[in-house]
């Protein structure tokens, strides 16, 4: 009892009521003056941690989970959500609505390999990662096909001179995505997902826990499975 005491920061009067009904639920055995968990007692509190951690993830932003469309995320990356630990919310501002996130920007300049999905077009695409294929980042890029479509329609020349570089792949998903737009590096994630109602909101979660980084990994291979690879235009 001192020992659950302790952990708890907790006197006798409130802890006593609880282990009561522990017991009496076949959750916690009582032996002498100790108290141990009962074998089911122990297959439950090992699913406590990962229950625990998904909320603390949709509390962290609830809004943004709430009124977001989860269909694009696989069902066993749902079950890892309390990976997704830490994440800070990128709200852009008016003004800057139509940008690249500059912490977004300067995280990308700082990675060695990039994992990115996009399902919008975005200009500064058809600069910013030519910039870091010629610094010898690894990049693989993934695009619906009306993307891919504009790419290559209104930028050939420069999806060409992209497409030449040796550490740069470049892939086409075929289907609905339902997911706006994920970054995976080896410095951070980012992950954009389409609200549930009928309009956009660029509005993004970003990480650099390694569990967060682990996720995104999974996501972007679990999507490549899919995709096809272009050679050439």
């Known amino acids: 009892m001192a020992e659950i005491q302790k952990h708890l920061s907790a006197g006798p009067v409130s802890i006593l009521p609880q282990i009561k009904k522990l017991k009496e639920g076949n959750l916690v055995i009582q ?3 100790t108290y141990e968990l009962s ?13 625990l951690d ?7 932003n609830f809004d943004y989970w709430t009124k977001r469309n989860l269909e694009g995320i696989p ?11 830490n994440c800070k919310l990128i709200r852009p501002e008016v003004s800057h609505m139509f940008e690249l996130n500059p912490e977004f920007v300067e995280k990308l300049h700082l990675s060695t390999h990039i994992f990115g999905f996009a399902s919008y077009f975005h200009p500064s695409f ?6 870091l294929a010629k610094k010898g980042v ?12 504009r790419f290559k329609t209104d930028y050939r020349e420069e999806l060409c001179t992209f497409l030449n570089f040796g550490n740069v792949r470049v892939f086409i998903f075929p289907q609905d995505p339902k997911i706006a ?30 569990e967060a ?3 995104g990994t999974d996501l972007f291979s679990h999507m490549l499975k899919e995709a096809i690879q272009v050679k050439e235009i």
């Open 39 to 51: 074998p089911m007692g122990i297959i439950i509190a090992d699913k406590m941690p990962p229950f």
């Open 138 to 149: 690894e990049i693989s890029l993934m695009f619906t096909e009306p993307v891919f479509r």
């Open 75 to 85: 069902p066993f990356l749902r079950k890892r959500l309390f990976e997704l630990k």
């Open 54 to 60: 998904t909320l603390e993830v949709l509390e962290e």
């Open 31 to 33: 032996k002498g003056h």
């Open 126 to 131: 058809t600069t910013l990662y030519p910039e």
């Open 213 to 215: 980084l682990k996720w």
């Open 181 to 210: 737009d994920l970054t995976v590096t080896d410095r951070f994630f980012l992950l954009t997902l389409f609200s549930r109602e009928k309009f956009f909101e660029h509005e993004s979660l970003i990480s650099s826990e390694p």
